[in-house]
């Protein structure tokens, strides 16, 4: 392994802004962040991008922010480098992978995962699957976690049946693999646009459909639970089961509606490593993925424009 740098190439922002090409700038002399004991150092070989990120530097949590100037980015997966003295749960050279923010708008890292390396505690980290690739495990921590805590909270379980609203989506595309090859689920419904209907098939949906030809607010199917990743109130309320649950992971939320921010936690990574080792639940890139790190404004442009189809991911990163 090739010696630590005492600094570091991250993309970092020292104001806000409306996009990225506004205010993320290329920085090739980042101080290398310290390593707390509870702490490993990881060399970033991918990381993903998620709405959060954007939704980070546009200032719409500056309240509770990291101190600028500040490297974005949740989701790594990458090598453990370097271990604070707690550390027990893995060595260095160990292939990891998580969400690095445990408390995703509480004063998240000030060096996320757009950056060389990066720090996080052990407890938020995973073990990567043997069978993934590093672009492949790095597109999963903040959404599957996402999925699987919005189904835990609905008390999901086997023989019942879910619609979710957004299925082509980084979270939607596991909330239904979850719910039909982790819970068994009797029914998966899932919206997404004409293109992406096959997508949500193979995923796992029995009931794909097509919100640009369909009025979604008048289904004929009640569900017993109803997972929103776009904020569709109306249509969530209008096809949940008397007695149903709706789960929402859109800002601010709605009245009646479970809404909540995940807590990252590397337990769930563990639990799910079997299903994903033996290939029941699957990463799903964007065909575009991944991007070079030299390429991040243009990997937030197009997140931004809410064309993606799975996960954005950027590798390699130097």
Same mark, same amino acid.
Request: hydrophobic share 40%; no cysteine.
């Given at each position: 392994m090739s010696e630590i740098p005492t600094h570091i190439k991250a993309w970092t922002y020292s104001e806000y802004g409306n996009s990225a090409a506004d205010i993320l700038k290329f920085n090739p002399f980042v101080p290398l962040p310290e390593v707390k004991e509870d702490q490993v150092l990881i060399k970033v070989v991918a990381a993903s991008l998620n709405p959060v990120d954007y939704k980070r530097f546009g200032g719409l949590f500056k309240d509770s922010d990291s101190p600028f100037p500040t490297a974005p980015g949740y989701d790594v997966a990458g090598v453990v480098v370097k271990l604070g003295s707690q550390v027990k749960k893995f060595k260095v050279g160990d292939e990891v992978y998580g969400d690095i923010n445990e408390n995703?708008?509480?004063?998240?890292?000030?060096?996320?995962?757009?950056?060389?390396?990066?720090?996080?505690?052990?407890r938020l980290l995973s073990h990567k699957?043997?069978?993934?690739?590093?672009?492949?495990?790095?597109?999963?921590?903040?959404?599957?976690?996402?999925?699987?805590?919005?189904?835990?909270?609905?008390?999901?379980?086997?023989g019942k049946s879910i619609l979710v609203l957004g299925g082509a989506g980084g979270v939607g595309t596991h909330v239904i693999q979850l719910a039909k090859h982790v819970y068994g689920a009797s029914n998966v419904a899932a919206t997404s646009s004409t293109g992406k209907l096959e997508l949500l098939r193979k995923l796992g949906a029995d009931l794909p459909i097509d919100y640009t030809k369909e009025n979604t607010k008048d289904l004929p199917e009640k569900f017993d639970v109803v997972y929103d990743a776009v904020g569709d109130a109306d249509t969530a309320f209008k096809a949940v089961k008397e007695g149903g649950k709706i789960v929402t992971i859109v800002p601010p939320g709605f009245q009646n509606a479970i809404y909540f921010l995940l807590t990252s936690d590397g337990a769930i990574l563990d639990k /799910?490593?079997?299903?994903?080792?033996? %290939? $029941? !639940?699957?990463?799903?890139?964007?065909?575009?993925?991944?991007?070079?790190?030299?390429?991040?404004?243009?990997?937030?442009?197009? /997140?931004?424009?809410?064309?993606?189809? %799975? $996960? !954005?991911?950027?590798?390699?990163i130097p």
């Open positions: 995703g708008l509480d004063h998240p890292k000030v060096i996320g995962s757009l950056a060389e390396y990066t720090t996080a505690e052990e699957p043997q069978n993934l690739s590093f672009i492949e495990a790095a597109s999963l921590p903040l959404a599957i976690e996402t999925a699987y805590e919005g189904l835990e909270r609905a008390g999901f379980s086997a /799910l490593r079997p299903y994903l080792e033996s %290939g $029941k !639940v699957k990463p799903i890139l964007d065909p575009k993925s991944p991007f070079p790190f030299s390429q991040i404004i243009e990997a937030f442009s197009y /997140l931004e424009s809410n064309r993606a189809t %799975g $996960k !954005v991911v950027i590798h390699p």
